[in-house]
């Protein structure tokens, strides 16, 4: 019987991105999930020892949640020590937290002929490339871009249009362009989705052509 799922067992990359709150997390859960539905193996799920909001891998919308094992994402070369020959799906979760040797791992995980499926923020609060990400989708055979639903409020008024960038909020005002790009248990309400009208980041310099 022929496989059903023509991603597996020849080397496939497929990542999902986009700002938070667009579903990138629920993507990658349900293409496990419905791994392990269909061919009855468990996945092996991985996220960076840097994410503590949950044990395992958990969406922010529907309650999805899978166990993981937590990786140093200074190291992610561990990957490949815990990948199984029985790992029908490798799933990696908050990639844009990874050194640059992600993409190194990445590469043998598709010499190995692994299925893998990625998660990550595409752009950080500046609204520039976060990470590896942008590598990362450079070397996809397969990018989902998600958008999530714009936050921002005037009057009461929330602006609803897709949102493809992620604002950071201090004091409830959009945090300078020089702030850290990640903050050691940084609460997540200090953060929304925004639409690129609507994403602003004080400080940030200016563009121009030549």
Known sequence: MADPNPKMHQGYLEVFCGPMNCGKTRELVNRADRLH???????????????TRDVGIKTRFGNLEMDCVTINEAHPEEILSLVKPEHLLVGIEEA???????????????????????AGLDTDFRGEPFGYMSQIMAIANEVHKLTAVCQYTRRGKKCGMPATRTQRLINGRPAPYNSPIILIGDKEEGYEPRCQNHHYVPGRPETTLS
């Open 37 to 51: 539905y269909m061919h009855e193996e468990t996945p092996l799920m991985i996220k960076p020892r840097i994410d």
């Open 96 to 118: 844009e937290f990874m050194s640059a040797q992600i993409v190194q791992v990445l590469q043998e995980l598709l010499r190995q002929k692994k299925y893998i499926v990625v």
